[in-house]
């Protein structure tokens, strides 16, 4: 069984940076294509980036594409999200996902495994 563990939120104020963790336990992440989403107050669930297997591919939602960078630390087996230049309209609980295929995800309910959840906040 794969667990997933998000950590790195916080508040932030607005052009500032937080650095995402997702960590795996029960299967090496480097066998996983892995996403993160977020869901803000009163929204529904969103994507925000992609990273397939091997690193080979990123994908990023338009609205963070150029702040936000996913990336891989296999050694630590984990999936990083570092986020800059944050808006207060990025404040939201962001959820790291992951599946074992090669094929590019994403929409949510392709999803295998989930993390909790961590708090992002953004103020003005």
């Known amino acids: 069984q794969v667990q997933l563990v998000e950590s790195g939120g916080g508040l932030v104020q607005a052009g500032g940076s937080l650095r995402l963790s997702c960590t795996a336990s029960?299967?090496?992440?480097?066998?996983?294509?892995t996403a993160w989403f977020r869901r803000a107050p009163g929204k529904e669930r969103e994507f925000v980036a992609f990273i397939t297997w091997r690193s080979t591919y990123t994908y990023y939602a338009n609205s963070v594409k150029g702040r936000f960078t996913i990336s891989r630390d296999n050694a630590q087996n984990t999936v990083i999200l570092q986020m800059n230049a944050l808006k207060p309209e990025d404040t939201a609980v962001y959820y790291c996902?992951?599946?074992?295929?090669?094929?590019?995800?994403?929409?949510?309910?392709?999803?295998?495994?989930w993390g909790q959840g961590t708090q992002v906040t953004v103020s003005s």
């Open positions: 996902a992951a599946k074992p295929t090669a094929t590019v995800l994403l929409t949510a309910d392709d999803y295998d495994y």
């Open positions: 029960g299967r090496t992440i480097s066998t996983l294509n």
